[in-house]
């Protein structure tokens, strides 16, 4: 009876064993077939900010669009819902996945460099896209593709100038977007530069709307509270321009070209542009969210062992209520 026992036993650990081996053997063999099938593909892990506004959506898309399987590239993403803590997870499992490129657009400027040099020592190049990053190191990033945010503040500080008088007593309210993030920081210096060239500025508010609609709305909504007479609302993105005109149309307060208000956003998305041709917004300050084909191209080129140049600032216009056309709007891309 024992020896029946053993002999069963044995037949039942023979059996458990071979499917142990066999079932790892599927799954070496799917990673294999997974790696055979992605090894002819290029593998990139595009660690994503978020889906906070249109400009967001846009620059996802544009991803996308660059990085399709029809150009060989296997393109995996992940959303950080606007947290640091994400994307540095986002990015540890690009580096054990074995991806390719790493593309990170930082949420943030600050607090990268542990990670990135994990992804250095794995031996996998990092593209950022969109912000910038403050590191100890610059070796630990391959190429840069974005904006001069510092320049796009600059040039709505110009318009209000030129066009609501540098010598005008002006109260200002600022919706600035994500505290810390590269387009916060550049925008708020052109718009802190200009109040002090000025005597006449007065920023009587500025608060953070985190670059969305619905915080962009509540702070608005605060501000309105406070402050009975708001010449020039400064947003730091469109989002935060729709949530705020939300809040004024609630209180009955009036804005844009024939409004007491005057608003200057930025991002020029589509919809803060068609609200920039319906005189709702003053002054769009574009961001070209249409990083896909420059990281791309430096993927390719990268792959033939070229060194593409470490920076690259993607073009951006400005669009002004009252000369924006709505074919100039019909033949943009965002
Ligand atoms: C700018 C980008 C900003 C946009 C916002 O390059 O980082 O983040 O201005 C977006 O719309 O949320």
Same mark, same amino acid.
């Given at each position: 009876?024992?020896?029946?026992?053993?002999?069963?036993?044995?037949?039942?650990?023979?059996?458990?064993?071979?499917?142990?081996?066999?079932?790892?053997?599927?799954?070496?063999?799917?990673?294999?077939?997974?790696?055979?099938?992605?090894?002819?593909?290029?593998?990139?892990?595009?660690?994503?900010?978020?889906?906070?506004?249109?400009?967001?959506?846009?620059?996802?898309?544009?991803?996308?669009?660059?990085?399709?399987?029809?150009?060989?590239?296997?393109?995996?993403?992940?959303?950080?819902?606007?947290?640091?803590?994400?994307?540095?997870?986002?990015?540890?499992?690009?580096?054990?996945?074995?991806?390719?490129?790493?593309?990170?657009?930082?949420?943030?400027?600050?607090?990268?460099?542990?990670?990135?040099? @994990? *992804?250095?020592? #794995? +031996?996998?190049?990092?593209?950022?896209?969109? %912000? !910038?990053?403050?590191?100890?190191?610059? /070796?630990?990033?391959?190429?840069?593709?974005?904006?001069?945010?510092?320049?796009?503040?600059?040039?709505?500080?110009?318009?209000?100038?030129?066009?609501?008088?540098?010598?005008?007593?002006?109260?200002?309210?600022?919706?600035?977007?994500?505290?810390?993030?590269?387009?916060?920081?550049?925008?708020? @210096? *052109?718009?802190? #530069? +200009?109040?002090?060239?000025?005597?006449?500025? %007065? !920023?009587?508010?500025?608060?953070?709307? /985190?670059?969305?609609?619905?915080?962009?709305?509540?702070?608005?909504?605060?501000?309105?509270?406070?402050?009975?007479?708001?010449?020039?609302?400064?947003?730091?993105?469109?989002?935060?321009?729709?949530?705020?005109?939300?809040?004024?149309?609630?209180?009955?307060?009036?804005?844009?070209?024939?409004?007491?208000?005057?608003?200057?956003?930025?991002?020029?998305?589509?919809?803060?542009?068609?609200?920039?041709?319906?005189?709702?917004?003053?002054?769009?300050?574009?961001?070209?969210?249409?990083?896909?084909?420059?990281?791309?191209?430096?993927?390719?080129?990268?792959?033939?062992?070229?060194?593409?140049?470490?920076?690259?600032?993607?073009?951006?216009?400005?669009?002004?209520?009252?000369?924006?056309?709505?074919?100039?709007?019909?033949?943009?891309?965002?």
């Amino acid at each position: 009876m024992k020896k029946m026992l053993a002999v069963a036993m044995s037949i039942l650990a023979l059996t458990f064993a071979s499917y142990t081996v066999r079932e790892s053997r599927c799954a070496d063999a799917a990673k294999d077939d997974k790696q055979t099938s992605a090894g002819a593909m290029t593998v990139v892990g595009f660690s994503q900010v978020g889906v906070e506004s249109d400009w967001r959506m846009a620059n996802t898309q544009s991803m996308k669009k660059a990085f399709s399987e029809k150009k060989g590239y296997k393109l995996i993403i992940k959303d950080a819902q606007q947290k640091q803590s994400r994307q540095i997870a986002a990015i540890r499992d690009f580096i054990a996945q074995r991806v390719d490129y790493i593309v990170l657009a930082p949420v943030t400027e600050e607090g990268w460099d542990k990670v990135l040099r @994990e *992804a250095k020592d #794995a +031996g996998i190049p990092v593209i950022i896209v969109d %912000r !910038m990053i403050k590191t100890s190191d610059n /070796d630990l990033f391959t190429c840069w593709v974005g904006s001069d945010f510092r320049k796009e503040g600059g040039t709505a500080v110009i318009w209000m100038e030129k066009n609501l008088g540098s010598d005008k007593d002006l109260h200002i309210a600022h919706l600035q977007g994500s505290m810390g993030s590269s387009a916060q920081i550049g925008r708020t @210096e *052109a718009l802190q #530069a +200009g109040v002090s060239k000025n005597p006449g500025w %007065r !920023m009587v508010a500025s608060d953070s709307g /985190d670059f969305t609609q619905a915080k962009g709305k509540e702070v608005m909504e605060r501000i309105l509270k406070q402050y009975p007479q708001i010449d020039v609302l400064y947003c730091e993105n469109d989002n935060m321009a729709f949530g705020a005109m939300e809040a004024m149309d609630e209180v009955g307060r009036t804005y844009g070209v024939k409004g007491a208000t005057k608003i200057i956003s930025f991002d020029a998305t589509h919809a803060g542009l068609t609200a920039t041709l319906e005189g709702k917004i003053n002054f769009n300050v574009e961001c070209n969210p249409l990083h896909g084909p420059r990281v791309e191209e430096i993927i390719r080129r990268l792959k033939t062992g070229e060194r593409p140049a470490k920076l690259a600032y993607v073009d951006e216009a400005a669009f002004d209520a009252t000369v924006i056309t709505q074919a100039e709007l019909d033949q943009r891309e965002y």
